[in-house]
């Protein structure tokens, strides 16, 4: 960070011909450290690329010049992004002589320090400005729109490659930027998914009301995609399509959107209660998501959970005798959508995703605590079908508590230091190298027990009907016999008790038959450990056995197929005569085969389950696991692939 911005100083600071070489510097030092700009260079880093030139649209909308954005995926995954905003300056860079545009994209972070034009980039995650697509491009090509005439500059890797140029006459103004990622870079891929962008876009255009933007994806040209987003209600419709598009069903027909402005800053916040046990609160400070929340956060939740207390006191929902509410017991089954923004924003933490700045509690607390009373009180029956939510949630909570000191005294010691009576737990005792194996199925448990190695490899058999967290309260969770043990050989506790320090093993393994069954029972401990224990998830402590589907044998020698693809290389290879055995499951493992397939970690593949992005792990598991069965179906069609490989 400090390292760009200095970089920037010296570029517009000194005299041209050493600025020239300060460019060529910079630039080059992009390339040869992308990760440091754009956070990677997989999938992630190759879509921060449109986003970091669609900002840059985004900016001058906000600034008031710009109605539409649009961007397009054209064959060999080029992309372009047009706006209609008054365009890139082409006149002359005061000190750098040579045109604005082109220092635009040739000086790193150079996008906000053009002097008079009240231009601010919105600071996020990476905010590196375009010229750093521009290095990571193989080609960019400019055309900008003004003054009647349309110019265009090229660039390769970076580098100038034809100066800016009139190359014909046009009414209209604004910026068309043309870019190929560069697979010299982008090594892993340079292939765009259209749903990534997809929902970054709307993202976008959910955060700037009114603003049209389009995504086409033009690669197969007999199949186009084409999708406009704009919204009206901006993040009050945000709100509304977060539950709508999770399948949930909200409370109150519209979404309560607060706003409000102090001085240079401005705030406002959308919120919409659905009939899930689950809370959703995304928070944006000038369109970056900070997704470790912040001051602006930490001001909602004081508001949200005052307002609930002293209207309830006023309204006598809550009786004299009873207990304050929780701002857990507030929140249940909200979605809530925080925006802010302001002149100075300051990201703080080691991904830069909270806000900092501290004048925005009082802010937001302010306003929301003020308009929303206000709003409870004109509209009693909202408030009615929400407050009897909430006092449903404390009385949960206070029955979690009564179940959990009950568990704790039956352990005995308030250490919670009873395993589990159906844990056969292994002689390591040190967490680092320990491993357990939760399996599906008495015998398959035992079969794992046989096979595995006892030293560092704990096995943990489930069986029957596993709860699905998705449609239960905490009190239900804590107190279900099928989790207990799961928490009780994790070693964690879960909620109040929750405690990463203690867990025992630091590789979970999921165990389960590569059937409908199989992936229905993971799908239901996922959705557990990513409600109740994320920090396993986040960590990276979570992962999945791939048992093989097939051996191949022939004669004495045996080979296993994890996949048809590979059962049929290993049909060709091993030639005529094979005996192909499918295995239906784990059960039809010995233990020999069990250990050698998936268990051994010299031959083994488990596969890690990382939390990409939590908002879209949380729709699949609500989608997955909620009620209503047409949202299911959908999405089932649409990711039956992701959702076989648990790409939550
Ligand atoms: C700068 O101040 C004077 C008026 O124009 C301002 C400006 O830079 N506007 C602007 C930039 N509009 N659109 C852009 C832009 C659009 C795209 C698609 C990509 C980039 C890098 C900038």
Same mark, same amino acid.
Not at 98 to 107: D, G, K, M, R, S
Not at 111 to 119: A, D, E, M
Not at 299 to 315: C, S
Not at 559 to 563: E, G, L, Q, T, V
């Given at each position: 960070?400090?390292?760009?911005?200095?970089?920037?100083n010296? /570029?517009?600071?000194?005299?041209? &011909?050493?600025?020239?070489?300060?460019?060529?510097?910079?630039l080059?030092?992009v390339?040869?450290?992308?990760?440091?700009?754009?956070g990677?260079t997989?999938?992630?880093?190759?879509?921060?690329?449109v986003?970091e030139?669609?900002?840059?649209a985004?900016?001058?909308?906000?600034?008031?010049?710009?109605? $539409?954005?649009n961007?397009?995926i054209?064959?060999?995954?080029?992309?372009?992004?047009?706006?209609?905003g008054?365009?890139i300056?082409?006149?002359?860079h005061?000190?750098?002589g040579?045109?604005?545009?082109?220092?635009?994209?040739?000086?790193l972070h150079a996008?906000?320090?053009?002097?008079?034009?009240?231009?601010k980039?919105?600071?996020?995650l990476h905010?590196v400005g375009?010229?750093v697509?521009?290095?990571?491009?193989?080609?960019l090509?400019? *055309?900008?729109?003004?003054?009647?005439?349309?110019?265009?500059?090229?660039?390769?890797?970076?580098?100038?490659a034809?100066e =800016?140029?009139?190359?014909?006459?046009?009414? $209209?103004?604004?910026t068309?930027?043309?870019?190929?990622?560069?697979?010299?870079?982008?090594?892993?891929?340079?292939?765009?998914?259209?749903?990534?962008?997809?929902?970054?876009?709307r993202?976008?255009?959910?955060?700037?009301?009114?603003?049209r933007?389009?995504? &086409?994806?033009?690669?197969?040209?007999?199949?186009?995609?084409?999708?406009?987003? @704009?919204?009206?209600?901006?993040?009050?419709?945000?709100a509304?399509?977060l539950?709508?598009?999770?399948g949930?069903?909200?409370?109150h027909?519209?979404a309560?959107?607060l706003?409000?402005?102090v001085? &240079?800053?401005s705030?406002? +916040? /959308?919120?919409q209660?659905n009939d899930?046990?689950?809370?959703?609160?995304?928070?944006?400070?000038?369109?970056?998501?900070?997704?470790? #929340?912040?001051?602006h956060?930490n001001?909602?939740? =004081?508001? =949200?959970?005052?307002?609930?207390?002293?209207?309830?006191?006023?309204?006598k929902?809550?009786?004299d005798?009873?207990?304050?509410?929780?701002? &857990?017991?507030?929140?249940e #089954?909200?979605?809530?959508?925080?925006?802010?923004k302001?002149?100075d /924003?300051?990201?703080?933490?080691?991904?830069?995703?909270?806000?900092?700045?501290t004048?925005?509690?009082?802010?937001?607390?302010?306003?929301?605590?003020?308009k929303? !009373?206000t709003?409870?009180?004109?509209?009693?029956?909202?408030?009615?079908?929400?407050?009897s939510?909430?006092?449903?949630?404390?009385?949960?909570?206070?029955a979690?508590r009564?179940?959990?000191?009950?568990a704790?005294?039956?352990?005995g010691?308030?250490?919670?230091?009873?395993?589990?009576?159906?844990?056969?737990? @292994?002689?390591?005792?040190?967490?680092?190298?320990?491993e357990?194996?939760?399996?599906?199925?008495?015998?398959?448990?035992?079969?794992?027990?046989?096979?595995?190695?006892?030293?560092?490899?704990?096995?943990?058999?489930?069986?029957?009907?596993?709860?699905n967290? *998705?449609?239960?309260?905490?009190?239900?969770?804590?107190g279900?016999?099928?989790?207990?043990?799961?928490v009780l050989? =994790?070693g964690t506790?879960?909620d109040?008790?929750?405690?990463?320090?203690?867990?025992?093993?630091?590789?979970?393994?999921?165990?389960a038959?590569?059937?409908?069954?199989?992936?229905?029972?993971r799908?239901l401990?996922?959705?557990?450990?990513?409600?109740y224990?994320r920090?396993?998830?986040?960590?990276?402590?979570?992962?999945i056995?791939?048992p093989?589907?097939?051996?191949?044998?022939?004669g004495r020698?045996h080979?296993?197929?994890?996949?048809d693809a590979?059962?049929?290389?290993l049909l060709?290879e091993? #030639?005529?005569?094979?005996?192909?055995?499918?295995?239906?499951?784990?059960?039809?493992?010995?233990?020999?085969?069990?250990?050698?397939?998936?268990?051994?970690p010299?031959?083994?593949?488990?596969?890690?389950?990382?939390?990409?992005?939590a908002?879209?792990?949380?729709?699949?598991?609500?989608?997955? !696991?909620?009620?209503k +069965?047409?949202?299911?179906?959908?999405?089932?069609?649409?990711?039956?692939?992701?959702?076989?490989?648990?790409?939550?």
């Open positions: 960070m400090d390292e760009q911005e200095l970089q920037l010296t /570029a517009v600071t000194e005299t041209y &011909d050493e600025d020239s070489i300060q460019v060529l510097e910079g080059q030092a390339r040869k450290r992308p990760g440091m700009y754009i990677s997989g999938p992630r880093g190759l879509h921060h690329l986003y030139i669609v900002d840059n985004i900016d001058e909308a906000l600034a008031g010049f710009c109605t $539409q954005v961007v397009q054209l064959p060999g995954d080029i992309i372009t992004v047009r706006d209609n008054r365009g300056p082409v006149g002359m005061d000190k750098m040579i045109p604005a545009v082109t220092v635009v994209l040739t000086v996008g906000g320090k053009f002097g008079g034009s009240g231009y980039v919105s600071g996020g905010g375009s010229s697509v521009n290095a990571l491009s193989e080609w090509e400019v *055309e900008v729109s003004q003054d009647g005439k349309v110019h265009r500059q090229r660039f390769a890797r970076g580098d100038i034809t =800016l140029e009139v190359v014909g006459e046009t009414d $209209q103004t604004g068309l930027i043309t870019f190929k990622p560069d697979p010299e870079v982008f090594t892993e891929t340079t292939v765009f998914e259209f749903e990534i962008l997809e929902r970054r876009l993202e976008s255009a959910f955060l700037n009301a009114g603003l933007i389009t995504l &086409d994806d033009l690669r197969i040209e007999a199949e186009p995609i084409q999708k406009e987003f @704009c919204f009206v209600g901006g993040i009050a419709s945000f509304e399509f539950n709508n598009n999770r949930l069903t909200p409370l027909d519209e309560i959107h706003t409000t402005v001085g &240079d800053k705030a406002e +916040v /959308a919120l209660y899930s046990y689950n809370e959703l609160l995304l928070s944006f400070a000038n369109n970056v998501n900070t997704s470790d #929340g912040g001051t956060v001001g909602f939740k =004081l508001a =949200l959970t005052r307002v609930f207390n002293d209207y309830g006191r006023k309204f929902y809550l009786k005798n009873d207990k304050n509410l929780s701002g &857990d017991d507030v929140r #089954g909200l979605t809530a959508v925080i925006s802010v302001l002149t /924003a300051q990201f703080e933490g080691q991904t830069k995703g909270k806000l900092g700045n004048d925005m509690t009082k802010i937001v607390s302010d306003m929301v605590y003020a929303l !009373m709003h409870f009180e004109e509209n009693p029956s909202v408030a009615k079908a929400i407050f939510k909430a006092l449903d949630a404390s009385r949960a909570r206070e979690a009564k179940a959990r000191d009950l704790r005294k039956k352990a010691t308030g250490e919670g230091g009873a395993l589990p009576g159906k844990l056969q737990d @292994c002689t390591e005792k040190n967490p680092e190298v320990t357990l194996y939760i399996v599906e199925g008495d015998s398959a448990g035992g079969t794992a027990k046989k096979g595995r190695d006892p030293r560092y490899q704990a096995i943990l058999p489930l069986w029957g009907k596993m709860l967290v *998705e449609k239960a309260r905490l009190d239900k969770v804590i279900n016999e099928k989790l207990i043990p799961v050989a =994790l506790g879960i109040e008790d929750f405690n990463i320090e203690k867990l025992r093993y630091h590789k979970v393994i999921i165990m038959d590569a059937d409908v069954d199989g992936a229905h029972i799908t401990l996922l959705t557990f450990f990513f409600r224990l920090p396993l998830v986040e960590e990276g402590y979570i992962y056995a791939q093989p589907l097939y051996r191949v044998s022939r020698k080979h296993y197929a994890f996949s590979e059962r049929d290389a060709a091993m #030639g005529e005569g094979c005996d192909i055995q499918r295995y239906k499951g784990l059960g039809e493992m010995d233990a020999d085969q069990i250990w050698e397939t998936t268990m051994d010299s031959f083994r593949t488990i596969l890690r389950v990382t939390l990409e992005d908002i879209a792990a949380d729709e699949t598991f609500s989608i997955l !696991m909620g009620d +069965v047409e949202p299911r179906r959908e999405f089932i069609e649409q990711n039956a692939k992701k959702v076989k490989n648990l790409d939550i």
